[in-house]
Nanobody, 124 residues
Framework: QVQLVESGGGLVQAGGSLRLSCVVS????????MGWFRQAPGQERKCVAA????????YYHDSVKGRFTISRDNSKNTVYLQMNSLAPEDTDVYYC?????????????????WGQGTQVTVSS
């Protein structure tokens, strides 16, 4: 069973930064595409950023382009989301997810495994 454990969320003032981390158990992390999603209560999960298995392809939602960076370290089974210039509208629960197919996708239904979520709160 693949497990994903996120960390790095918290409370930050507008303009500040956070780095989310997601450690994935198992020996085949390097073959997974990974994504970071956000979800507000009553809303659908929305892909914020995604990265292919090799790291060669990435996706960013328009609202975070130029502010967020997704990266991965396959030697540590970890994917990161560096979040800079945070704004109150970035407040949400953030989830990492693994797509065992490996190709880049932003559709949450294609992802096979999910973390428990980490709260990001940005104060004005």
């Amino acid at each position: 069973q693949v497990q994903l454990v996120e960390s790095g969320g918290g409370l930050v003032q507008a303009g500040g930064s956070l780095r989310l981390s997601c450690v994935v158990s198992g020996r085949t992390f390097s073959s997974y595409a990974m994504g970071w999603f956000r979800q507000a209560p009553g809303q659908e999960r929305k892909c914020v950023a995604a990265i292919s298995w090799s790291g060669g392809s990435t996706y960013y939602h328009d609202s975070v382009k130029g502010r967020f960076t997704i990266s991965r370290d396959n030697s540590k089974n970890t994917v990161y989301l560096q979040m800079n210039s945070l704004a109150p509208e970035d407040t949400d629960v953030y989830y990492c997810a693994a797509d065992t197919d490996g190709g880049l996708t932003i559709n949450p239904t294609w992802y096979d495994f999910w973390g428990q979520g980490t709260q990001v709160t940005v104060s004005s």
